[in-house]
């Protein structure tokens, strides 16, 4: 029996030594500890916060620091201020009708136009 208890131990110990050889690292997600002593400038940035009472605030506190609003003037429509003067001179225009527009400008004594777009023949040189 002896012999069957060390056997047994040998081939423990030998399965247990493969399996770390093989085993696979496996991360481990701990938190980290605490400090037991918290820290001097957080106590003291704490304490500071909490004793820390705003101002209160007046309205008298804007004068001066915000301009006063004023609604800007309607602007007045250029069409309807001169509605009289335009309507007379509407009516006093002159009627075109269509086909009129070429008797018109037969009857003006206009001079004859030139004709400008036609080029002129230059010379040719005779040096070749």
């Known amino acids: 029996m ?10 423990v110990a030998a399965v247990s030594r493969l399996a770390a050889r093989r085993a696979v690292p496996v991360r481990t997600f701990m938190a980290p500890t605490v400090s037991r002593r918290a820290d001097f400038v ?5 304490k500071e916060l909490k ?9 008298s506190d804007a004068v001066g620091q915000v301009a006063v609003f004023n609604l800007p003037k309607a602007p007045k429509s250029p069409e309807e201020a001169d509605l009289a003067s335009s ?3 509407y009516e006093q225009m002159a009627v075109e009708v269509e086909g009129q527009e070429g008797d018109a400008a037969a009857q003006s004594s206009a001079p004859a136009l030139e004709d ?13």
Not at 51 to 56: E, N
Not at 117 to 126: A, C, P, T
């Open 87 to 89: 309507l007379k001179e």
């Open 116 to 128: 400008w777009l036609v080029e002129e023949e230059e010379e040719e040189d005779k040096h070749h």
């Open 51 to 59: 004793a820390y009472k705003p101002a209160a605030i007046k309205e």
């Open 2 to 11: 002896i012999s069957r208890t060390s056997s047994a131990r040998k081939a």
């Open 42 to 46: 957080q106590e003291l940035y704490l």
